[in-house]
Antibody, heavy 119, light 111 residues
Framework: QVQLVESGGGVVQPGGTLRLSCAAS????????MNWVRQAPGKGLEWVAL????????YYAESVQGRFNISRDDAKNTVYLQMNSLRIEDTAVYYC????????????WGQGTLVTVSS | QSVLTQPPSVSAAPGQKVTISCTGS????????VSWFQQLPGAAPKLLIY???KRPSGIPDRFSGSKSGTSATLGITGLQTGDEAHYYC????????????FGGGTKLTVL
């Protein structure tokens, strides 16, 4: 059974940094692409980033390009999201989501971790 | 403003049928599979439909999906009060690099 557990959320000041982690289990982690998706309070879903199964290709939303970095450690079955130069508008619940065998499908989601950017 | 357009809300009585539309363009829906996600209050999103019309294991056949050109539709029959949730369509946008895109979400109310 696939399980994704996010951690690392919290309160940070504008301009600050935070690193989110997503621990995966129940599947062969190294074979699948992984994503981060966020949801601002009371708003809809916003895709943030994707890392391919081999870690070579990474894609980002325009809103986070150049500030966020997605990475993975297959030995630890963990995907990370390093968030720099945080802005108030980055406040959201951040979900980790696994791609299916077709990389276009987000087939499993974690419960999310809340990031609050506030002075 | 979301890249994919969904109605903000739909409603129907228990036992009835409802459809939710998702409209995009040739850069997204027209070129990629569409997924649908259900988000119950206070919960994480859950995959409901993938590759336009396929249901993951455990999703009842009351839920169906279709795609035509640059639009997709989610159908739910035999509505239950437990179906009250937000529903999101999602796909990818073929810009310089692939980027995920979602609709703004549709709130389903079962009257």
């Amino acid at each position: 059974q696939v399980q994704l557990v996010e951690s690392g959320g919290g309160v940070v000041q504008p301009g600050g940094t935070l690193r989110l982690s997503c621990a995966a289990s129940g599947f062969t982690f190294s074979r699948f692409a992984m994503n981060w998706v966020r949801q601002a309070p009371g708003k809809g879903l916003e895709w943030v980033a994707l890392i391919r199964y081999d870690g070579i290709y990474k894609y980002y939303a325009e809103s986070v390009q150049g500030r966020f970095n997605i990475s993975r450690d297959d030995a630890k079955n963990t995907v990370y999201l390093q968030m720099n130069s945080l802005r108030i508008e980055d406040t959201a619940v951040y979900y980790c989501a696994k791609c299916g065998s077709d990389w276009t499908t987000l087939d499993s989601w974690g419960q999310g971790t809340l990031v609050t950017v506030s002075s | 403003q979301s890249v994919l357009t969904q109605p903000p809300s739909v409603s129907a009585a228990p036992g009835q049928k409802v459809t939710i539309s998702c409209t995009g363009s040739s850069s997204n829906i027209g070129g990629y599979y569409v997924s649908w996600f259900q988000q119950l209050p206070g919960a994480a999103p859950k995959l409901l439909i993938y590759e336009n019309d396929k249901r993951p294991s455990g999703i009842p056949d009351r839920f169906s999906g279709s795609k035509s050109g640059t639009s997709a539709t989610l159908g739910i029959t035999g509505l239950q009060t437990g179906d009250e949730a937000h529903y999101y369509c999602g796909t990818w946008n073929n810009s310089l690099t692939p980027r995920g895109v979602f609709g703004g979400g549709t709130k389903l109310t079962v009257l």
